[in-house]
Each structure stands twice: as C-alpha cells, then as structure tokens.
C-alpha cells in the first residue's frame, strides 16, 4: 500500500502521498492514523466528554475529593489547525489535572482543511466563555484560571487572553502557558527560520503548508512571502520594533544565521496576504496597551523549533512592559516534542521536563 520504507515515514508525509494520489487530504490522514491510538484511563482522573453547542470538549477532573475549588485550566491543542485532537493530547491533559489538582477543559475546536481562518479560534474563545461562566458546576476557582497551549493552541492561548480583554464581566485569566506557541505570521527571516527550515517535526515547507491552508493563500507565494516581499516598507517598519532580529539574544543568532534584505513589495503578495496581520493570527504584533493588559506568563521554547523566536520575541515584550515571565528554554528540544510524552520508546526526555515545568508554576499560582 505504501512505498518502500513509508512504514517509517511520519504520518504527515504518507499523508502527503496519499494527497497527491487524491485518495484523501493530508489532514484526514493524519487524524486517522492519531486517533487508532487507544487512550489510556487514569483510576485518579474522571474524563467526560461533552459539547458546548456544536463545540467537542474533554473535561478531567481529579477524582481525590476538595473542600475548596480547584484551580482551572482551559487547554488548546497543537497541530497547526490541521492536526492534533482531543485525543491526541489526552495523556497530556489528564497528567495536567492529577499533579496540579485542576479541573482540566480541552477544546476540540474546528481545523482544516474544512474550517479555515478564524474559525479555530472562534470556537476556542466560545468554549472558553462558556468554561468561565460555568466554573461554579465544575467547582472551580474564578481567581485560578489558566489558559494553556502547545504550538497553535499557545498562540490560541494568547489570543483568548487579549480577547478576553474586551468582557469585564468574566473572571479574569490568571496565567498564561505557551509551549512553542505560534505567535505571528508577518515575518519569517528571523535566526530561527534560517537554522531550523529543515528539522522535523515542523519544517519550513510543512508550516507553510498549514499557514496558507489557513489562510486561504495561493501556495506559489512560499518563495514571495519567505524573502519578506509580501510587506510593504511601511508596515515592516511599523512592527519591526517588536519582530526585528535585534530584539533576539546574540546567543541565538550565531549558528548558521546571515541578516537577509528584504525584497522589493509584491503587491499581489500583500492583498492576499494581509490577513496574517489580524491580531487573530498575529498575537504579538497587539499594541503595548493590549499587551501590557496580559496575565502572568509561562513560556517554554525549544532550540531545534521553526517557531522558537516567536517565544523569544514575546518574551521580551511581556518583560518590556512589566508582565512577569517564567521561561523555559530546553536546549535539546524541537516543535512537537511534548506530543511524545507517554509514547514510551518514542518518547524524548524533554517531554517531561517540558510537562514539570507546566505543573510546577501551576502549583506556584
């Protein structure tokens, strides 16, 4: 059924085949294969499956009784909006809920290739709303709410904090937790993007993928939008105070990164492109005002990542305007790395100390 040796391929790149075959997309394949993976119970967890109007959701709730209420974690699942699931990262969630003693909600929100752009996140703010307007029927704390994500899901997670905002009569977030989160889709020549265009699990050409099935972008733009053509010089002014390599560690520019010019405008680039500066797609471009308003902030970023400057990047603001920032870099990670967690021969090192660091500063709150 496959070529020689796909048994081995990652799942995305037989996925890839069977796109190009036009059996079925990428993103179907890829679910399918996720999701024949069997969940595993924990006898100290109780997991109900619910929906909030048309919006799938897990709920884990410590099974060890609690006189008072316990803290609540909102969860948005990775994937790049074309993969992920709920249950994908249900051993995640459930090791969330048992060593923090939270009230764990993951939200199965909309993806591709059906439900492009805004949807995913539109669904992600719905079940959030609802969750806080619910907290007294799952016995949890309004003052103990964190948002919580890993690649897209972080950057949803920021998303729904700035959104958030906006609706005073809602107990307030308490912290934010961004794991290699995807924070912008404005620039893509910063160190990282040059030293890590190759690494697997997130490598230039799949990210571009999932980024222009989202948005709704003619794939022949990769190039154009790679040599930063698709801005014009106002607009990179604008926001190259903020997403400029300068705002990044010297530590982090000195393996295999040259400063690149940036091409002439692509007109055509910029029309069709311009929905990456809707603060739904690029949460770190926000103005100082909104970002100064954002909860307490725990970020993790791994070295060997596509994205590992957009959480160096938002760092340094959240820092530069005051807000406290836990972070954690870990050396020997790469994009994806937390998904192996409980995959026991597949499972990295990382993955662990990724999830201790998670449960230790929501122990702190």
């Avoid at 009784?65 to 994908?88: D, E, M, N, Q, W």
Wanted: charged letters at 20%; one cysteine or more; aromatic letters at 10%.
């Amino acid at each position: 059924m496959f070529p020689k040796g796909a048994n081995n391929m990652p799942h995305s790149r037989q996925g890839m085949i069977f796109e190009k075959l036009r059996i079925c997309s990428m993103p179907r394949f890829v679910r399918f294969m996720h999701d024949l993976r069997p969940l595993k119970e924990d006898p100290d967890v109780v997991v109900t499956d619910l929906r909030y109007g048309t919006i799938p959701v897990k709920l884990y709730q410590p099974k060890a009784f609690s006189c008072i209420p316990r803290p609540g974690i909102v969860f948005y699942h990775g994937g790049g909006a074309v993969l992920g699931s709920l249950k994908t990262h249900h051993v995640i969630c459930c090791h969330l809920s048992k060593k923090s003693g939270s009230v764990v909600l993951s939200v199965g929100y909309r993806r591709l290739p059906q439900h492009k752009f805004p949807v995913a996140v539109r669904d992600c703010i719905a079940a959030t709303i609802h969750f806080l307007k619910s907290l007294n029927v799952y016995g949890v704390d309004p003052d103990r709410v964190v948002v919580c994500g890993d690649s897209v899901g972080g950057g949803v997670a920021t998303i729904v904090c700035q959104k958030l905002l906006d609706c005073p009569d809602l107990p307030k977030i308490r912290a934010q937790i961004l794991v290699y989160a995807i924070l912008q889709a404005v620039d893509f020549q910063s160190p990282s993007y040059q030293q890590n265009r190759n690494i697997p699990l997130l490598n230039w050409n799949f990210a571009f993928y999932c980024w222009s099935c989202y948005l709704d972008i003619n794939p022949s733009w990769k190039s154009t939008i790679m040599k930063g053509a698709h801005l014009p010089a106002e607009v990179w002014e604008k926001y190259s105070k903020w997403l400029g390599a300068e705002n990044i560690p010297e530590r982090f520019k000195k393996k295999s990164y040259r400063p690149m010019p940036r091409e002439p405008l692509n007109e055509a680039a910029y029309l069709e492109t311009n929905l990456a500066l809707d603060l739904m797609n690029s949460p770190l471009i926000a103005e100082d005002e909104v970002m100064s308003q954002l909860p307490e902030a725990c970020i993790v970023s791994c070295e060997y990542d596509l994205l590992r400057d957009h959480s160096l990047l938002f760092k340094k603001r959240l820092e530069d305007l005051g807000v406290p920032v836990t972070w954690h870099h870990m050396e020997d990670g790469f994009h994806g790395v937390l998904s192996t967690f409980d995959m026991g021969y597949l499972q990295f090192p990382c993955s662990t100390r990724i999830l201790n660091a998670m449960v230790h500063f929501l122990n702190k709150l």
